[in-house]
């Protein structure tokens, strides 16, 4: 195996089975005649539950509540065999990811990547976008902040646009991207018939152009990795993003090649590649039993999300959706719109933001798309990979076992956005995006005191830090009766903040948080069914209320800041 090589496993959803997840590439490394792997991907629904009081965070109905197992690496009875990250999904105790916004260990060798982030596993340059998309929540703050209302608990996980602006600031080169909810419009680029054959409810979402995230095509399109793992959707699907001409794997014939785990790049087989079926390992540990459960769509995706059977619609003579309009969207004539309530009139157009060419250092023009199931007994929910490299190293050297390491150019980007970022308050605003052509001299004057005072100090690895917060699970405790969490301070976002000198607006102290408990939740939006978004695409909701809380102080210079 190449030096720079590095041996992965991906997994989909979580679910709180790490247990179960560990057994199964214990085996399958067995099988294939490896060691071992460097590094585990969780695409999120990771479900890090410390304790019962995490499970009324989750946006998960009652009688859906489990415990999991992670309370057993939490706690330190079990130690994760092989490092692994993950990214947030929709299903997560969101107030203990909120701890570590920046990202930070849950437990020993368990990694969580935070809001979004870049960080490098030996070699591998690995980026990270956590939650699903909402386009009614995309512009808004981190605004959810406990005591969570039932809104919040199932707003606190939409995709941010701040978080986005952050990933599109990158200019070079990145080797794996991770997002919970798929790209927007990636299954277009695979066996689309199959998946609709096999996941029929998707079709009319994907037809209407709302199936997936808009933000995770925004950044894999800045990206372009080599490599973009997915999950939230509940089956496996590949596909090829080309990025030089954004076409499908279509034939012109309209019959999709179906990239399965064998793709091809320009007619090359990756040698490098293992796919893996794990629905034939007997000895697979089983989580829950192999029958179906028929309530499972209830809670796959937000209720605000029930798939909708798709229409027929035309397609050309070859059966391809080449050509083939994807929505019809109703023209409102002008006259029409000056009879209506100012209200709905159309928006301002921003003016332009200043932009920079694409950046030549993303060279790559492939990505390799791949979204896996769920854990469950002849599920498609693991696979196994070796990826050669195409980022340069951060850190001067690196051999294994590997280790995590900071991101030079995400330390800087961090440092340029952390004055913006507001919490625990509706009716603050992210302040507007002013282009890439703003931000860059910014940003390179802050890789300039990234090397000063952390390459050049040596402190580019991350360090190996997680302590207990919460209390550990007691299985005296009701699952479905204890109260809403009181909020901790996790020392890993305490020191991270002081290492790049920049406020902390996680850490309130005992007088705030108690304030904030008596003041209670948000005042729940009141609207009305119809509008809570028919689809993934979602339509706006009303205001509400905002928290104590607000943006954090600027960070000072020259001195550090709590």
């Keep these: 195996m190449p030096a720079q090589t590095v041996r992965i496993a991906?997994?989909?959803c979580g679910h709180g089975t790490l247990n179960a997840i560990y057994a199964s590439i214990k085996k399958s490394c067995k099988i294939n005649g490896w060691d071992g792997i460097d590094l585990l991907i969780i695409g999120g629904d990771f479900q890090a539950v410390r304790n019962t009081y995490d499970l009324s965070c989750m946006a998960v109905p009652i009688k859906y509540r489990k415990i999991g197992d992670f309370h057993e690496y939490y706690s330190g009875r079990r130690k994760?065999?092989?490092?692994?990250?993950?990214?947030?999904?929709?299903?997560?105790?969101?107030?203990?990811?909120?701890?570590?916004?920046?990202?930070?260990?849950?437990?020993p060798n368990i990694y969580y990547l935070g809001a979004a982030n870049i960080v490098h596993v030996g070699p591998l340059r690995i980026a990270?976008?956590?939650?699903?998309?909402?386009?009614?929540?995309?512009?808004?703050?981190?605004?959810?902040?406990?005591?969570?209302?039932?809104?919040?608990?199932?707003?606190?996980?939409?995709?941010?646009?701040?978080?986005?602006?952050?990933?599109?600031?990158?200019?070079?080169?990145?080797?794996?991207?991770?997002?919970?909810?798929?790209p927007r419009g990636v299954e277009w680029m695979g066996d689309w018939k199959a998946l609709f054959a096999k996941k029929d409810l998707f079709e009319a979402d994907?037809?209407?152009?709302?199936?997936?995230s808009s933000a995770a095509k925004y950044v894999m399109d800045r990206l372009r990795p080599s490599h973009w793992f997915s999950a939230h959707l509940h089956c496996k699907f590949a596909a090829v993003v080309n990025h030089d001409h954004h076409e499908t794997s279509s034939s012109k014939s309209g019959q999709p090649k179906n990239p399965g785990m064998s793709l091809t790049l320009n007619g090359v087989h990756n040698p490098n590649e293992i796919?893996?079926?794990?629905?034939?390992?007997?000895?697979?540990?089983?989580?829950?039993?192999?029958?179906?459960?028929?309530?499972?769509?209830?809670?796959?995706?937000?209720?605000?999300?029930?798939?909708?059977?798709?229409?027929?619609?035309?397609?050309?003579?070859?059966?391809?959706?080449?050509?083939?309009?994807?929505?019809?969207?109703?023209v409102i004539s002008e006259d029409i719109r000056a009879l209506l309530p100012a209200s709905f009139a159309r928006p301002a157009i921003p003016a332009p933001k200043p932009t920079l060419?694409?950046?030549?250092?993303?060279?790559?023009?492939t990505t390799r798309f791949l979204a896996l199931d769920k854990c469950l007994p002849n599920r498609k929910f693991l696979q196994f990979l070796e990826i050669e490299p195409k980022s340069k190293a951060s850190t001067p050297s690196y051999s294994r076992p590997y280790r995590l390491s900071y991101d030079k150019e995400w330390l800087a980007i961090?440092?340029?956005?952390?004055?913006?970022?507001?919490?625990?308050?509706?009716?603050?605003?992210?302040?507007?995006?002013?282009?890439?052509?703003?931000?860059?001299?910014?940003?390179?004057?802050?890789?300039?005191?990234?090397?000063?005072?952390?390459?050049?100090?040596?402190?580019?690895?991350?360090?190996?830090?997680?302590?207990?917060?919460?209390?550990?699970?007691?299985?005296?405790?009701?699952?479905?009766?204890?109260?809403?969490?009181?909020?901790?301070t996790n020392p890993q976002t305490v020191r991270f903040c002081k290492m790049l000198d920049i406020a902390n607006p996680f850490d309130l102290n005992e007088e705030e948080r108690a304030k904030r408990m008596q003041q209670g939740s948000r005042v729940e939006t009141q609207r009305a069914g119809s509008n809570r978004g028919a689809t993934r695409g979602g339509t706006g909701r009303g205001g509400g209320r905002g928290g104590i809380g607000g943006r954090g102080r600027g960070r000072g210079r020259g001195m550090g800041s709590g």
């Design 357 to 365: 060419p694409f950046p030549e250092s993303i060279s790559n023009k």
């Design 80 to 107: 994760a065999p092989y490092l692994t990250l993950f990214v947030g999904g929709n299903h997560e105790a969101s107030n203990h990811l909120f701890e570590l916004y920046h990202g930070g260990w849950v437990a």
């Design 128 to 182: 990270g976008l956590s939650g699903i998309w909402k386009g009614y929540s995309y512009n808004k703050t981190h605004y959810e902040r406990l005591p969570y209302s039932q809104d919040d608990i199932r707003s606190i996980y939409h995709v941010r646009e701040l978080d986005v602006r952050k990933l599109l600031q990158v200019r070079s080169q990145v080797d794996v991207g991770i997002s919970h909810d798929w």
């Design 10 to 12: 991906v997994e989909g």
């Design 414 to 488: 961090t440092r340029v956005f952390a004055p913006d970022l507001s919490l625990g308050n509706l009716q603050t605003s992210v302040p507007p995006n002013k282009g890439d052509a703003h931000y860059l001299p910014m940003i390179k004057s802050e890789e300039d005191w990234v090397e000063r005072n952390l390459v050049a100090q040596g402190k580019m690895f991350i360090p190996e830090n997680f302590e207990i917060t919460a209390p550990v699970f007691d299985p005296k405790d009701n699952i479905g009766s204890v109260g809403q969490p009181k909020e901790y």
């Design 275 to 330: 796919s893996l079926e794990l629905d034939d390992i007997a000895e697979l540990p089983r989580p829950s039993t192999p029958q179906r459960n028929t309530d499972e769509m209830k809670i796959e995706i937000d209720d605000e999300d029930s798939p909708r059977k798709a229409p027929k619609r035309p397609t050309n003579s070859t059966g391809s959706m080449h050509n083939v309009p994807i929505t019809e969207t109703p």
């Design 206 to 212: 994907a037809r209407a152009g709302t199936l997936g």
